[in-house]
């Protein structure tokens, strides 16, 4: 019995996720005294070997292969399957990622067996084959406590999940070479080409967002918001109703199918607080609520509120923040 | 061309999510349906293709028979046909929908010809199992890439846009070949008069779903902990402005 951990990473860059899936790896390996052995795809991966000792790995089987020199979801999930296939792998464990998700899945299609997605808890069962895992559903609203039974299961770990921590005694990893024939059909999807993200504040990493939601009315009553994010060296960001509405870009979209957010602050103005616009806004460190029902979920579920008209409220913020300026 | 759409029905929850009391489901008494996000995205996309090259195009969901108001809403806004695999009660698990779809799109491929492209949802938005649409793929030895933020035909491909973390990526999958979407690479367009009438009059085809149950079981769902939270009403109207800076300056983020 082995435990594999699938490590992602992005033409050598070793994606934050995989730390957290090594974590949630070896606590398995640990608690079924097994040995954790980790799986790099790719030559660009080869360097990684003391960074996963670090994390516990006893032994890095790295796969070579020509198609293998950028990231391909197929590709990816097939060398998975040959890897568990030649290491008689039983657990598997990857970042849920979109990409760690898309592996996975390719690999258990092709094994044809079981793969939990996004998993938040994983407990080792008492029968051989079956292990006890909690799940993430409606994006994080939800949980689903689930049974996964197979000779080999496969799973990912939901990110923030486990917090991720170097293995207490930091072993030394011996690496591996690892051959595997690949099929030409996998080399379909293969990333062609891309247009690589320019520097600068995002959605995802802003320190402040200032949402706008229903509440907002039109495209052009976005631009208050415009000004207040800008005095704060922020983005704007925006609810489904929004973007449904054709005010703003689904970019703008936070929630579970738009972007999550973190910001130390993030002033939600006009937005109600449905569940899949929370589960984008949850991680947020602080929220203020603005709007003029007092029993609205948002208001509610915020550490601060204002109660009243967006429209009114919004500019005196930004007023007051220049006349403490001087500007 | 030939296009497949696999759609889910998923409960609308608000503000919360209430389970039934022996927790194997949400309680929907009070809740409307609506197709899963990404595949009302995917739908769009579907129209927008024939739109642009001509063709057909096939809405598909395994469901309760009450999915039909999907599959119907799906004509209404220029799917062409629409088919139903009807199932009783719980969900089944992804292993089993896969296999269910894959041997319905053998018997109609066998019927019509086979699809140009199948389309998913990225993820269903209630049970996020990451999988049916690849599980699909891979019995019908079809190429396939997840997350898509942009599509084009051209030259016998399907050319794939999608966003990762470095940036944006770009593939070129050879037709026949299946793609996930995301919400976000369209805005859904709302039925016409014409599409409603065409919706109540397309003919649902069902076709009765056979496959074994697969490895990953639901045992019960839970919510999950709430934080506890007390609100800190920082004033009324635009006379709270200062307030909010002052809240704002103790934060951190005015300077
Ligand atoms: C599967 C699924 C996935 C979804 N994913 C997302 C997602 O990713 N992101 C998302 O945001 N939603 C998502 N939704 C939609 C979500 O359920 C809500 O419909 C949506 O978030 C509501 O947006 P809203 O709060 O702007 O609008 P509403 O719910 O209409 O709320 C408007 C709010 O504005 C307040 N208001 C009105 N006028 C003013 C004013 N002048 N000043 C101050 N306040 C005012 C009102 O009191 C109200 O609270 C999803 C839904 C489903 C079913």
Known sequence: MTILVVVEHDRGVLADASREALTAGRHLATTTATPLDALTIGAAADAMVAELGRFGVSTVHQAHHDVLADYGPEAWGAVVAAAVEQLSASVVVAAGTDRGNEVMAWAAARL?????????????????????????????SLLEEATLTGAVRLLTMAHHAVDAAPAEEPGRATAVSMTVELDDSVSHSIVRGRVERVAGV??????????????????????????????????VGCSRAVTNNGWRNHTDQVGQTGT????????????????????????????????????ANMVSKAGYAVIGDLHAVVPAIATEIRRRRGT | MRIL????????????I????????????????????????????????????????????????????????????????????????????????????????????????????????????????FQVGIRVAHALGRPMVNGAKGIAISEGAVHVRREADAGQETYELPLPAAVGVK???????????????????????????????GG???????????????????????DAAPAVVDLLDELGVLA
């Not at chain 1, 793969?115 to 407990?123: D, E, I, K, L, S």
């Not at chain 2, 220029?78 to 799109?105: F, H, K, S, Y």
């Not at chain 2, 769902?221 to 635009?238: H, Y």
């Open chain 1, 202 to 235: 995002t959605l995802a990493t802003a320190p402040v967002v200032v949402g706008g939601g229903r509440g907002v009315g039109s495209a052009d009553g976005f631009a208050p918001l415009e000004e207040l994010a800008g005095l704060l060296g922020g983005v």
């Open chain 1, 260 to 295: 999550r957010i973190a910001p130390t602050v993030y002033l939600a103005c006009g937005i109600s607080g449905a569940i899949q616009h929370w589960v984008g806004a949850m991680a947020a460190k602080n929220i203020v609520a603005i709007n003029i029902d007092p029993e």
């Open chain 2, 18 to 129: 209430n389970l039934t009391a022996d927790a194997q489901a949400i309680d929907t008494a009070h809740l409307g349906f609506t197709t899963s996000p990404h595949e009302e995205c995917a739908v769009e996309a579907a129209v927008q293709l024939v739109e642009g090259h001509g063709g057909e195009a096939t809405v598909l969901t395994l469901g309760p028979v009450e999915a039909e108001e999907q599959l119907r809403y799906a004509v209404s806004v220029g799917m062409t046909a629409a088919v139903l695999l009807p199932i009783d009660g719980a969900d089944w698990d992804p292993q089993r929908t896969a296999a269910a779809i894959t041997e319905v799109v053998r018997r109609l491929e066998a019927a019509d010809g086979p699809f140009d492209l199948i389309l998913f949802g990225n993820e269903s938005a209630d049970a996020g199992n």
């Open chain 2, 183 to 213: 919400e976000g690479i369209n805005l859904p367009r709302y039925p016409t008069m014409k599409g409603r009438l065409a919706s109540k009059r397309v003919e649902v085809e069902r076709m009765e779903p056979d496959a074994e149950t």
């Open chain 1, 112 to 140: 044809d067996v079981p793969f939990a997605a996004n998993c938040t808890v994983t407990t080792p069962g008492e029968e051989d084959e079956k292990m006890a895992v909690t799940r993430v559903r409606w994006g994080g």
């Open chain 2, 5 to 16: 759409v696999c759609v889910k029905r998923v409960p609308a929850p608000g503000a919360r």
């Open chain 2, 216 to 238: 990953l079981r639901m045992v019960r769902l839970q919510r999950p902990a709430e934080r506890a939270s007390t609100t800190v009403i920082l004033g009324r109207g635009p």
